[in-house]
């Protein structure tokens, strides 16, 4: 499958928003699982795409970037490893090895390039300020974006352009001559998202709320083990007798993420009320300290 012309200008046009979205709209259309499902849109498998675009978002869940710190840009790695994998039929794991995580950690230099060339856009907004130009603050904050929003489109326009015959001669290799490390791209790509859960174990109060994280995974297992079986159960039964009817989906995730909300509510409430409660009683004892002195002092 040929990617067509129309197909390149709308993931370019993307890949420039998406940007965008995140510094500034906040609408989640900039993150890795969406660009996912946009690309697999576009390239008619939307499938392929929530799947790299989900192990992406996985991988850098445990990332972010605090103050001008610049990290992978999964966005560009996941529009491209999509684009790819569905044109020449590549297996998204290894794409997402091959391609996507690659790709991604490439895009720093880019990202790092775009804030040098902002500087020039904040040092016209600082003269703006000092003639009171509000109208040119606008104008200049607003073409701030432009060296963000080509940082990702160009570098995607050019791959999808030209890039298409290098892909293919990569996966040709991988698949034929080097089919053991191809196998081993697969595997890897498929332990990336664990990868992601480890940072973000990493730098969450784990230790301090390990109880919780315990029952969450033995809900989560009990839960998906007794929906699934159930589910296959009553498939089972369906194509018995016809005359039984049923509809037994499995547990959406969605319940399963209620069910850790409610349980982050509770502690939360429980951790809030404790605090007010020693802040309380912290007063009352700095009260009777003060009331103690002064009571010694007139003796």
């Not at 660009?35 to 192990?55: E, N, Q, W, Y």
């Not at 290894?94 to 690659?102: E, R, S, Y």
């Not at 003639?131 to 990702?152: F, T, V």
């Not at 990493?202 to 998906?224: A, D, E, N, Q």
Request: proline share 3%; no cysteine.
């Amino acid at each position: 499958m040929e990617i067509q012309v129309w197909q390149i200008i709308l993931l370019t046009l993307y890949a420039g928003y998406q940007i965008w979205d995140e510094l500034h709209i906040y609408s989640s259309a900039g993150s890795a699982v969406f660009a996912g499902f946009f690309t697999g849109l576009v390239m008619g498998d939307m499938t392929t795409g929530l799947l790299i675009g989900g192990a992406m978002q996985l991988t850098i869940l445990g990332v972010g970037t605090f103050g001008g710190a610049s990290r992978i840009d999964a966005n560009s790695g996941t529009i491209l490893a999509t684009a790819f994998s569905i044109a020449i039929g590549m297996d998204p794991q290894q794409a997402i090895a091959a391609l996507a995580v690659p790709v991604a950690s490439l895009m720093i230099q880019l990202d790092v390039l775009a804030r040098f060339a902002n500087t020039f856009f904040a040092h016209r907004i600082d003269a703006n300020i000092e003639n009171h130009d509000y109208k040119a603050i606008e104008r200049n904050y607003l073409l701030g974006n432009l060296p963000w929003m080509l940082s990702r489109a160009l570098p995607v326009f050019l791959a999808l352009s030209f890039g298409s015959g290098v892909v293919e001669s990569i996966v040709d290799i991988l698949n034929n001559q080097l089919a053991w490390l191809g196998t081993g791209l697969t595997v890897a790509g498929a332990v990336l998202p664990a990868v992601g859960f480890a940072i973000l174990l990493r730098y969450l109060p784990v230790k301090k709320h390990f109880p919780y994280l315990i029952l969450g995974f033995v809900i989560t297992t009990i839960l998906s083990t007794v929906f699934t079986n159930i589910q296959t159960i009553g498939s089972g039964l369906t194509e018995i007798a016809q005359e039984f009817g049923g509809n037994f989906n499995s547990l959406p995730m969605l319940a399963v993420a209620l069910i850790g909300f409610a349980l982050a509510t509770i502690s939360y409430k429980n951790n809030s009320q404790l605090n007010n409660t020693n802040a309380n009683t912290s007063n009352e004892g700095q009260t009777q300290s003060v009331e103690g002195e002064i009571e010694d002092d007139e003796l």
